[in-house]
């Protein structure tokens, strides 16, 4: 298995990918950090003030619990997340109602009926500094006024020359989770060519119809789209498409 999560964050990844049998390389294009200064605190206490907030990864829940260990909701307002793993970190810092879809990414979010029409609402959102979200340009489509929050970094971290030859050195089938296409694209960049070759012959599990096609516009061949991005959803998806010579699935719990 092939992870571009950030530095740091593959635990999860590791040991669902070893109950199957397989082993993880770690291919991070980035490293996060929460960003904590002057600007960034004034955004997120107006974000944070709106009848809407949106957190967007369990980065910025992790940053949100770093600025505001604990939080209560205000009368009336409704909290988002685009995934149970957010939503789980936001219950730690003391948001108990948390609404996110069953489709765990931007696009199942964007299809809630909460999230269909705003007549000028002010809808907080927290996020990262940078990236090229569908986030917000769709909200505002549909008549939110976003407060953007950025409250956590992604600093550029290169693959580290170990890693790399771990992935050209393995002549065995590759697996790559895919559940950022920033991160993809940054690490294709960032590697050598004969490592750019070898991680297009990996067969992608994409956390969704979009990241699967640009997967393929960016020369991946075997494009399968997973039941959403939790590690385990991305690892049955890279085992669905492996078929037989998929590695073992994890023994039946006692």
């Given at each position: ?7 740091g ?10 109950q199957?049998?397989?082993?993880l390389?770690e291919?991070s ?12 605190r ?22 949100l ?6 939080l ?6 409704r ?21 996110w ?27 990262a ?38 992935l ?34 990996a067969h992608v ?40 010579d ?8 006692p």
């Amino acid at each position: 298995m092939i992870s571009l999560r950030p530095s740091g964050d593959h635990e999860e990844l590791r040991r669902i990918a070893a109950q199957y049998g397989g082993g993880l390389i770690e291919l991070s294009p980035w490293s996060v950090r929460t960003q904590d200064n002057s600007a960034s605190r004034r955004a997120l206490s107006d974000a944070l003030a709106a009848p809407h907030v949106l957190v967007t990864s369990p980065a910025a829940a992790r940053a949100l619990r770093d600025l505001q260990p604990s939080l209560t909701t205000r009368a009336g307002q409704r909290w988002y997340a685009v995934g149970a793993g957010t939503a789980a970190l936001l219950h730690e810092i003391g948001i108990a109602d948390v609404l996110w879809p069953r489709r765990m990414d931007s696009e199942g979010l964007l299809a809630l009926a909460e999230l269909q029409h705003f007549d000028n609402e002010a809808f907080g959102l927290l996020t990262a500094a940078g990236g090229r979200g569908v986030l917000a340009p769709a909200l505002q489509a549909r008549g939110a006024r976003v407060l953007r929050a950025d409250i956590y970094l992604r600093e550029p971290a290169a693959p580290s020359r170990f890693e790399i030859a771990r992935l050209l050195g393995f002549d065995g089938p590759l697996w790559l989770a895919l559940s950022s296409g920033e991160a993809l694209e940054r690490a294709l960049a960032q590697l050598p060519d004969d490592a750019g070759v070898r991680l297009r012959q990996a067969h992608v599990s994409a956390a969704s119809a979009r990241l699967a096609e640009l997967a393929r516009s960016l020369g991946f061949g075997e494009v399968e789209v997973a039941a959403g991005p939790r590690a385990e959803d991305l690892l049955a998806g890279c085992a669905a498409l492996a078929g037989d010579d998929a590695p073992g699935r994890p023994p039946p719990a006692p």
